[in-house]
């Protein structure tokens, strides 16, 4: 299974961006899917969560402002990013959790995007 991330790159302040990231591969279920941020010197964190069923869960820092959606017949989740500013510069990373049948039964694991790069000027 592999995530394959695109749209970020550079933004005026108050801009937007939409963020794209599609699961390919062996697939048989995807639980959560999300959006992570890592900005330079700081920790990664999340940004926004979204289950299977489209419950869905922001930081605080962008509620207002992102929305996160997913498309599960493409298995393909979408960060729609509004009035962006600096502090939002980050390498944007996507995830998902993805099931499936083994040997010793269902298990389910944790994929990670390649990142994404945003940059917003001021």
């Known amino acids: 299974v592999q995530l394959q991330a695109s749209g970020g790159g550079l933004v005026q302040a108050g801009g937007s961006l939409r963020l794209s990231c599609a699961a390919v591969?062996?697939?048989?279920?995807?639980?959560?899917m999300g959006w992570y941020r890592q900005a330079p010197g700081k920790q990664r964190e999340l940004v926004a969560d979204i289950t299977s069923g489209g419950t869905t869960k922001y930081a605080e820092s962008v509620k207002g402002r992102f929305t996160i959606s997913r498309d599960n017949a493409e298995n393909t989740v979408y960060l729609q990013m509004n009035s962006l500013n600096p502090e939002d510069t980050a390498v944007y990373y996507c995830?998902?959790?993805?099931?499936?049948?083994?040997?010793?039964?269902?298990?389910?694991?944790?994929?990670w995007g390649q990142g994404t790069l945003v940059t917003v000027s001021s």
């Open positions: 995830n998902a959790q993805v099931g499936g049948w083994g040997k010793a039964g269902y298990s389910e694991t944790d994929y």
């Open positions: 591969g062996s697939i048989f279920s995807i639980n959560d």
